[in-house]
């Protein structure tokens, strides 16, 4: 069984910078794309940002110029570097993995920015 475990999330004022980390538990195969999706309260979870296997990345318009995604094959990690943050961005963010077959997803981590 494949453990996703985010760390990195806290809370952070207006305008500061946080780097929240993925870490597989074992090697997944065949992997599509790693990213994070997040969910603040009473609203949808969304996609925030994703990498495929070929390194080509994706953001959501909201989070464009300050957030970068980023993939460390060796270490089966995926890391979001969040610069400029905003009172908006608060919310959990969930690290997801697909495959080829599997969608697999981790706890979550909570981050808060304060106005």
């Known amino acids: 069984q494949v453990q996703l475990v985010e760390s990195g999330g806290g809370l ?3 305008g500061g910078s946080l780097r929240l980390s993925c870490a597989a538990s074992k090697i997944i ?3 599509n794309t790693m990213g994070w ?3 603040a309260p009473g609203k949808q979870r ?3 940002a994703f990498i495929s296997s070929g390194g080509t990345t994706n953001y959501a318009d909201s989070v464009k110029g300050r957030f ?6 060796a270490k089966r990690t995926v890391d979001l570097q969040m610069n400029s ?9 969930y690290c997801r993995v697909t495959t080829t077959a599997f969608v697999y997803w981790g706890q979550g981590t909570q981050v808060t920015v304060s106005s």
Do not use: F
Request: net charge neutral.
């Open 37 to 39: 999706y997040r969910q």
């Open 12 to 14: 952070v004022q207006a």
């Open 85 to 93: 943050l905003k009172p908006e961005d608060t919310a959990v963010y």
């Open 46 to 48: 969304e996609s925030v």
């Open 68 to 73: 970068t995604i980023s993939r460390d094959n």
């Open 29 to 31: 195969s065949r992997i």
